[in-house]
């Protein structure tokens, strides 16, 4: 079995960490949600959906030192491939004790994934994502880095979905495009079958 093993140095001046949100803070992320997770349970299940569905798989190293080239505020990065984004998105909420609070219609989601997810009674923001990344940034830098992310190849759908809150610690509540609100919960089992 062969195990996959990410080496490299984060500059001593720059402190990321899961725990590091703070309230105020952006949430963003680099593109669409749910590519590739959709993508190959299509190929896996044999489902065809009339569209080509494309794994969104791609190496962020150039996305990431843009990045921080651009900003020393960049708290926390994480990939959204266990538990997809609500996935990344509890564990920060947990990790740094704050509340997360995102807007429905802010989150990137390609139609095509949109209506498999329907047609399976999947929520893609649990769909596994390979080539994206999910940051919290400080708000004074969040434009800056947003603007940087839509420059880069890889990142030209990045969106700013959200913001870091101080109340409801471990919470993260989406605003629909209805206007209502919901607590989005920890997944419990596993929505997909495990894939990566």
């Known amino acids: ?3 996959p093993s990410g080496v490299g ?36 299940e044999g489902i065809d959906f009339e569209t080509e569905l494309q794994s969104d798989c791609a190496p962020l190293t150039s996305l990431t030192r843009a990045m921080f080239e651009i900003s020393p505020q960049v708290r926390c990065l994480r990939d959204p491939t266990r538990g997809g984004l609500s996935g990344v998105l509890q564990d920060i909420a947990t990790r740094s004790k704050v509340g ?3 807007d429905e219609a802010l989150v990137p989601i390609r ?23 999910v940051a919290v940034v400080a708000a004074e830098d969040a434009e800056r880095v947003l ?35 919901r607590v ?7 929505q997909l079958p495990r894939i990566c």
């Open 1 to 3: 079995m062969n195990t």
């Open 184 to 190: 989005v919960p920890q997944l419990s089992g596993e």
């Open 9 to 44: 140095i984060v500059p001593r001046a720059r402190r990321l960490s899961i725990a590091a949100a703070r309230p105020g803070d952006a949430i963003l992320v680099s593109g669409p949600i749910g590519d590739h997770g959709v993508a190959i349970l299509s190929v896996r």
């Open 147 to 181: 603007r940087t992310l839509r420059a880069h190849p890889l990142g030209q759908e990045a969106a700013i979905i959200g913001r870091v809150l101080s109340e409801d610690p471990g919470v993260v509540r989406m605003h629909s495009r209805i206007g209502g609100e």
């Open 100 to 102: 997360i609070s995102i």
């Open 111 to 133: 139609p095509e994934v949109r209506a498999a997810s329907d047609l399976l009674g999947l929520d893609p923001l649990y769909i596994a994502c390979e080539g994206r990344l």
